[in-house]
């Protein structure tokens, strides 16, 4: 018996003298633990404390199932202290290096894969480019015109084009620049897009003169008599209406995107 009471007293002894841990009973006995176990570690880790637990207590909580209405917001609280009671500073520095170091794996992966996504997309785009430039923009005209009875000017575009490719085409995709020699930044950039009717067979010449909206870009727009047109083709639609070399550009903002992530992850 006496060694019972003994190994008891021990026992009680050393869970007394152990390492102070949160307690999530109640609100209270939380705020009253954390503050025992931040004064127990050095000055200078109490501040890494709060952010481990600040990290494990919104871990466990969905927000998603509490927009949803999956959750009560009025049970949140108590999830976030069943997910700390019982811990010491150092259990919950564990968890939280573990919590963090899977998180850092997810985007690492993600990030990967977003990057192979863009190489993909960059290398289709380069294609592209080289299919593209087969549909030649021979002339390329911007001005506006008279219209009577208006207070306003019409807008007319004007496009002689040849299909050097080997498809038939039924719109084409373009974008416009109108600039002025000498000047850096342009008047106009914006894209526009013609439906041809009838298509265009391989080999096939034609000349438009287009009209854009008078409440678009185009029609807002009131460069100077020097100003030039210069017509970059983006995409061709094919007989079945579908984009014949991709319509997935590689922008400037999917470089800068690119370039970002290599950075970060350049292996």
């Known amino acids: 018996m006496r060694k019972i009471i003994a190994a ?12 102070p841990r949160i307690d ?18 050095p000055e200078e880790n109490r501040k890494q404390f ?35 009671n019982g811990k010491t500073a150092a259990e919950v520095s ?24 863009l190489m993909d997309k960059k290398r289709k785009s380069e294609l592209a480019k080289v299919e593209l430039e087969k549909f030649e923009v021979l ?12 207070f306003m000017d019409d807008s007319v575009i004007e496009l002689n084009v040849r299909n050097g490719t080997d498809k038939a085409v039924s719109r084409a995709f373009f974008k416009g620049t109108i600039s002025s020699p000498g000047r850096s930044v342009p008047w106009l ?40 047109l210069t017509v970059e083709v983006v995409r061709l639609n094919g007989a079945d209406g579908k984009p014949i070399f991709g319509d997935g550009e590689f ?8 370039e970002s992530l290599r950075k970060q992850y350049p292996n």
């Not at 927000?63 to 999956?70: A, C, D, H, N, P």
């Not at 939280?96 to 993600?110: D, F, G, I, P, Y």
Request: contains cysteine.
């Open 8 to 19: 008891a007293i021990v026992a009680i002894l050393l869970s007394g003298c152990g390492e």
């Open 24 to 41: 999530g009973s109640s609100e209270e006995a939380f705020h009253k633990s954390m503050s025992k176990v931040a004064e127990s570690l």
């Open 50 to 84: 709060t952010a481990d637990v600040m990290l494990l207590a919104f871990q466990n909580m969905d927000i998603g199932k509490v927009m949803s209405g999956k959750q009560r917001p009025e049970d949140v609280p108590g999830i976030m202290l069943s997910s700390l």
């Open 94 to 117: 564990a968890e939280a290096s573990r919590v963090r170091e899977a998180r850092a794996m997810r985007e690492k992966e993600q990030a990967l894969s977003e990057i192979s996504d």
């Open 139 to 150: 002339k390329s005209r911007y001005y506006k015109r008279k219209v009577e009875y208006s």
């Open 189 to 228: 950039v914006e894209e526009f897009n013609h439906s041809i009717a009838g298509g265009m067979e391989p080999g096939e010449s034609q000349s438009w003169s287009l009209a854009p909206n008078s409440f678009s870009a185009w029609g807002k727009v009131n460069p100077p008599t020097d100003a030039v």
């Open 251 to 258: 922008t400037e903002r999917d470089a800068d995107r690119l």
